[in-house]
Antibody, heavy 117, light 106 residues
Framework: EVQLVESGGGLVQPGGSLRLSCSAS????????MHWVRQAPGKGLEYVSA????????YYADSVKGRFTISRDNSKNTLYLQMSSLRAEDTAVYYC??????????WGQGTLVTVSS | DIQMTQSPSSLSASVGDRVTITCRAS??????LAWYQQKPGKAPKLLLY???RLESGVPSRFSGSGSGTDYTLTISSLQPEDFATYYC????????FGGGTKVEIK
């Protein structure tokens, strides 16, 4: 059974940093690109970032480019999202997502990041 | 980027109704379209991909159609567990989601 479990969310002040983790199991993690999708409270889904299976290629939405860094450790089956210079508009539930090509077949339960003073 | 416009943004329907949700892409996406269902407090769930292919385990009352820029999700007979928000997503280029359609009980 595929499982994706996010952790690391919480309350952070504007300008602060946070690192999200996603522990994966039930599939060959190192064979799949992985993604982060976020959802602001009461809003729709926003595609945030992606990383190739070997970590050699990454993508960032314009809204987070230069502030967020995606990475992975295939030996630990873990995906990361390092977030810095956080803004109020980064407040959202962040989902770790596995994809088949670029549609998303498995989602984690999400972790809430709240940016507020 | 290819933008997705979903309509309506909300609808009210009764159990047993046939429900149709539409998604329009800003340019052709060659059936590279997925549909998701999201219930409050839960992660989205994949329903269909490639515009019309049903994900394993999804009830057959859900179907998808379309081509080019215009796509449709149909629920043939709405069930109580189908009241949720539905999102389309194109993956022809950088993934982008539609704004969502909330299906509420009439």
């Amino acid at each position: 059974e595929v499982q994706l479990v996010e952790s690391g969310g919480g309350l952070v002040q504007p300008g602060g940093s946070l690192r999200l983790s996603c522990s994966a199991s039930g599939f060959t993690f190192s064979s799949y690109a992985m993604h982060w999708v976020r959802q602001a409270p009461g809003k729709g889904l926003e595609y945030v970032s992606a990383i190739s299976s070997n970590g050699g290629s990454t993508y960032y939405a314009d809204s987070v480019k230069g502030r967020f860094t995606i990475s992975r450790d295939n030996s630990k089956n873990t995906l990361y999202l390092q977030m810095s210079s956080l803004r109020a508009e980064d407040t959202a539930v962040y989902y770790c997502v596995k994809a088949v090509w670029y549609y998303f077949d498995y989602w984690g339960q999400g972790t809430l990041v709240t940016v507020s003073s | 980027d290819i933008q997705m416009t979903q309509s309506p943004s909300s609808l009210s329907a009764s159990v047993g109704d046939r429900v149709t949700i539409t998604c329009r892409a800003s340019q052709g996406i060659s059936n590279s379209l997925a549909w998701y269902q999201q219930k409050p407090g839960k992660a989205p769930k994949l329903l269909l991909y490639a515009a019309s292919r049903l994900e394993s385990g999804v009830p057959s009352r859900f179907s998808g159609s379309g081509s080019g820029t215009d796509y449709t999700l149909t629920i043939s007979s709405l069930q109580p567990e189908d009241f949720a928000t539905y999102y389309c997503q194109q993956y022809y280029s950088t993934p982008h989601f539609g704004g969502g359609t909330k299906v509420e009980i009439k």
